[in-house]
Every structure is written in C-alpha cells, then in structure tokens.
C-alpha cells in the first residue's frame, strides 16, 4: 500500500460511514455501501466530495482507483487518472 493509498483509508475511516466497509486492494480502495445506499447520488456527487476531502490530504498524489458497490451496483471512479485511463475513457 503506498502512503496516498494509506492516507485515504485513513480519512475515509475516520469518517465513521455508518455501515460501509472500507478496504484496501491491490490498485485502489474498494468501498462496500449498504443496499440501500442510491449509487447514482453517490457518483454524481462523488468529485466534489472526493475534492472536500482531499484537502486534509498531504502527501504526493498518486493514480487512485475507488471501487464502490451496494450489493446490487457498482461503479469504478480513477482520482489522478494516468495517460492510459484518459486514452481508453
């Protein structure tokens, strides 16, 4: 896990998001939501939230992909995108 990785398992952590289960994987952060969580709300507001938070963050920024599911959905958002991920979206 590198330290940008570590840092926003931190944050999201101390959050203290009732029900979601917040866990490293190999390329990102994935993040498991209650079912009855509204995935499309979620990625709408999903940069400006993710923008809010990463103020308290200091360390270099590196490519970070977030997984997100509720049990029935899932979505994938890339912070700090790299060449390949703006060439193949």
Same mark, same amino acid.
């Given at each position: 896990? $590198?330290?940008? &990785?570590?840092?926003?398992?931190?944050? =999201?952590?101390?959050?203290?998001? %009732?029900d979601?289960?917040?866990e490293?994987?190999?390329?990102?952060?994935?993040?498991?939501?209650?079912?009855?969580?509204?995935?499309?709300?979620?990625?709408? $507001?999903?940069? &400006?939230?993710?923008?809010?938070?990463? =103020?308290?963050?200091?360390?270099? %920024?590196?490519?970070?992909?977030?997984?997100?599911?509720?049990?029935?959905?899932?979505?994938?958002?890339?912070?700090?995108?790299?060449?390949?991920?703006?060439? $193949?979206?």
């Amino acid at each position: 896990m $590198n330290p940008y &990785q570590q840092k926003w398992i931190d944050v =999201l952590t101390a959050a203290n998001l %009732k029900d979601w289960k917040i866990e490293v994987v190999d390329d990102g952060i994935n993040i498991e939501m209650p079912r009855i969580t509204d995935l499309k709300l979620v990625r709408d $507001n999903l940069p &400006q939230t993710l923008a809010a938070i990463s =103020l308290d963050i200091e360390v270099p %920024k590196q490519r970070l992909k977030f997984h997100f599911h509720n049990g029935y959905e899932n979505f994938e958002y890339v912070l700090n995108p790299n060449d390949t991920d703006l060439n $193949n979206g």
